[in-house]
């Protein structure tokens, strides 16, 4: 049976009980993204998420950077060190993000098989692939087969989100200045996804009750159309899809906490707060859930 690590970047949004238990089996490894305040530093600070939070709510600019080639490269050095045979490095989208071009490029640095996945997603969708590859490599270890359902699960999972305003989405700019001033005039409140590795708005209500009841609509949706219990010749794949996997939120959690006991979402769901290094880009109140 190979040895094999799964590495991935702080856009996971794995809570911190299951980073923990993962970090315990001494094959899996989280490389940290950047964020700064005014060009402050804060990423290794205890209070980053209050820190960011009351950054938004002053209207100072949050930035974010990947790691670099050589963070990534001090990790798998270390796990070639530890005698693994292969490592998956599981990473948010390339279009969003140049965590993956990094992690290829620190690939190259080494003769241990490297497969370097681009989720096209984020937060608990990266999640979930993440997971579930840490679950399969358990027992399984044929590479190509591991490669192929690491892409598959990818493209199964989902994340839907609304923002309550589009402010902190043009001061990083992930939109268009032109786009968020017409959003301010309007109040547009999007409901919005990842898709092949971009962001796509779905929706644009006016209203936040609105917006919550479209991503209530789609979200059931999605979890209709993708339930499946898989047969016993697709061991791969969870034995059940079509469920929320994550609600994710900032500066909002009792909002999520009623969201997520709307959707009926079951004790498996995990409720945590987005991921700082994604909340700097979306600001205060969002609303995301993770779909599988």
């Known amino acids: ?88 490095s599981v990473h948010l989208s390339g279009q969003l993000s140049g965590t993956v071009n990094a992690a290829h490029a620190a690939s190259h640095q080494l003769d241990l098989p490297i497969h370097v996945i681009d989720t096209k997603t984020v937060a608990m969708a990266q999640g979930t692939v ?63 996804t990842v898709e092949d590795g971009r962001l796509v708005y779905l929706e644009r209500p006016r209203t936040a009750s609105r917006a919550k009841e479209r991503l209530k609509e789609i979200i059931t949706t999605e979890c209709r159309e993708r339930y499946q219990v898989a047969g016993s010749d697709d061991e791969m794949l969870l034995a059940t899809q079509g469920r929320v996997v ?22 498996a769901t995990v409720l945590t707060a987005l991921p700082v290094v994604l909340s700097a880009h979306t600001g205060l109140g969002i609303l995301a859930v993770a779909v599988y």
């Open 130 to 192: 993440v997971r579930e590859l840490m679950r399969l490599t358990e027992t399984y270890d044929n590479l190509a087969v591991l490669v192929d359902a690491a892409y598959e699960i990818s493209e199964r999972t989902r994340l839907i989100f609304y923002v309550p305003t589009l402010d902190a989405l043009r001061k990083g700019g992930r939109i268009h200045p032109a786009l968020a001033r017409v959003g301010q005039m309007f109040q547009i409140m999007p409901v919005a």
């Open 246 to 267: 994550a609600v994710h939120y900032c500066g909002n959690r009792a909002e999520a906490v009623d969201f997520a006991r709307d959707i009926n979402c079951d004790q």
């Open 1 to 88: 049976m190979k040895k094999i690590a799964i590495v991935t970047d702080s856009a996971c949004a794995l809570d911190a009980g299951e980073i923990k238990k993962f970090e315990e089996s001494g094959r899996f490894a989280v490389v940290t993204l950047g964020v700064r305040i005014n060009d402050t530093d804060i990423t290794s600070t205890p209070d980053v998420e209050e820190r960011i939070a009351l950054a938004h709510i002053q209207g100072e600019v949050v930035q974010t950077s990947s790691p670099s080639p050589g963070d990534f490269q001090r990790v798998y050095q270390q796990f070639e060190a530890e005698g693994f045979d292969a490592i998956f």
